[in-house]
């Protein structure tokens, strides 16, 4: 049974990548930061999510703040949570960066690990996933209403995509098109401003 479990994990590092997006001009434009109550930019957001990997619905839940101040900070916090084949994969961090394309509700958030709470593997052996390693997802506000559904990302890590700092990923601020990579939000609600 263990190596069943083993190998369905191995078989969907695919979600480990669900937040790390490869860097591509054409995907990828610069913020529209406007200044919004003493923030240059502002997103929140806390929920649940679901990632769909072929049959398999994966249930995760979520939580962020993220405000970029006009003296050049980011301040905020996060923790991603997901059920990965029944084994628990949960992480907080300090948030560090912040981008924003406001008229497109699209937030990128980067940070760094603060507790890694995971006992799913590979989760909770590797470098990259230990407090002090760079962590970031990015989010979509799709507006208010019944028919709008926001979505998020799982989290991605040092070297995903071949991004290697959470800054350098609110830098690139990739968008594929069709939401590649982003997840439902099944309950809550994500602020983009």
Request: a negative charge.
């Amino acid at each position: 049974m263990r190596s069943l479990v083993s190998a369905i994990i191995a078989a969907t590092s695919l979600v480990v990548a669900v937040g790390c997006d490869s860097i591509s001009t054409e995907d990828s434009f610069g913020p529209d930061l406007s200044v919004v109550g003493g923030e240059l930019a502002h997103a929140s957001g806390g929920g649940q999510y679901l990632v769909t990997l072929g049959s398999e619905e994966l249930p995760g839940r979520f939580s962020f703040t993220a405000n970029h101040l006009p003296n050049g900070k980011t301040t905020g916090q996060l923790r991603y949570v997901i059920d990965l084949f029944g084994e628990h994969v949960e992480f907080h961090g300090r948030v560090t960066c912040l981008t924003v394309a406001e008229e497109d509700g699209r937030a990128w958030i980067g940070g760094e690990i603060t507790r890694n709470s995971s006992v799913a593997e590979p989760y909770v052996s590797g470098e990259i996933f230990e407090p002090g390693k760079d962590i970031w997802f990015r989010v979509l506000d799709s507006g208010e209403g019944a028919a709008a559904v926001d979505r998020t990302t799982f989290v991605g890590f040092e070297g995903g995509g071949g991004i290697i700092t959470s800054q350098e990923y609110c830098d690139a601020a990739i968008w594929p098109d069709d939401n590649a990579r982003t997840w439902p939000v099944t309950a809550g609600n994500i602020q983009v401003r």
